[in-house]
T-cell receptor, first 112, second 115 residues
């Protein structure tokens, strides 16, 4: 089955800097890759996703890139703000019914 | 903005007891999911549900687990005889479309503590 690896596990940046989180997946048949932000005590919140027919997608300060050949995808956050501090999870969709396989998460800390 | 809701927010139970976790998916969604997250670990898929039946389930979802949509709004996860290792956050999610178009929206979770 699908396996998703995520790096780094923790990331600390200064406010205004960029943050990059990387994930790799194992199943070449996977074609949907969402990113979730989880704040303390809350459920995962979908922030951006990408499908296998595109290589990059942008939404304001957040962008995701996908390299299907290498089977990796990345989250880029520019001009980071303290409210970006949270745990970020990447995921890949497995199976015909769309269950998600998650990475282990990255704890992002943005220091003012 | 519509959202997935879950009750209770925290459930404490004794080992061997039955628990029912409740979820109200977003109203026009048709696909429902349960995931769990053991403290400090990644979110793990348990089961997906569509058209009043289980679509897929993981190895975690053994005979102690069951799901049900008892009415038009609720979606429940039952653990028949809880074990210590069932302690985790349980998240319900829903989507309006099936794979590969399914953006899944998660509820706030139920923290289950088994003593």
């Amino acid at each position: 089955g699908e396996n998703v690896e995520q790096h780094p596990s923790t990331l600390s940046v200064q406010e205004g800097d960029s943050a990059v989180i990387k994930c790799t997946y194992s199943d070449s048949a996977s074609n949907y890759f969402p990113w979730y932000k989880q704040e303390l005590g809350k459920g995962p919140q979908l922030i951006i996703d990408i499908r296998s027919n595109v290589g990059e997608k942008k939404d304001q300060r957040i962008a995701v890139t996908l390299n299907k050949t290498a089977k990796h995808f990345s989250l880029h956050i520019t001009e980071t703000q303290p409210e970006d501090s949270a745990v970020y999870f990447c995921a890949a969709m497995e199976g015909s019914q769309g269950n998600l396989i998650f990475g282990k998460g990255t704890k992002l800390s943005v220091k003012p | 903005e519509p959202e997935v809701t879950q009750t209770p927010s925290h459930q404490v139970t004794q080992m061997g007891q039955e628990v029912i976790l409740r979820c109200v998916p977003i109203s026009n969604h048709l696909y429902f999911y349960w995931y769990r997250q053991i403290l400090g670990q990644k979110v793990e898929f348990l089961v997906s549900f569509y058209n009043n039946e289980i679509s897929e389930k993981s190895e975690i979802f053994d005979d102690q687990f069951s799901v049900e949509r008892p009415d038009g709004s609720n979606f429940t996860l039952k653990i028949r005889s809880t074990k210590l290792e069932d302690s985790a956050m349980y998240f319900c999610a829903s989507s309006d479309l099936g794979a590969p178009y399914n953006e899944q929206f998660f509820g706030p979770g139920t923290r289950l503590t088994v003593l």
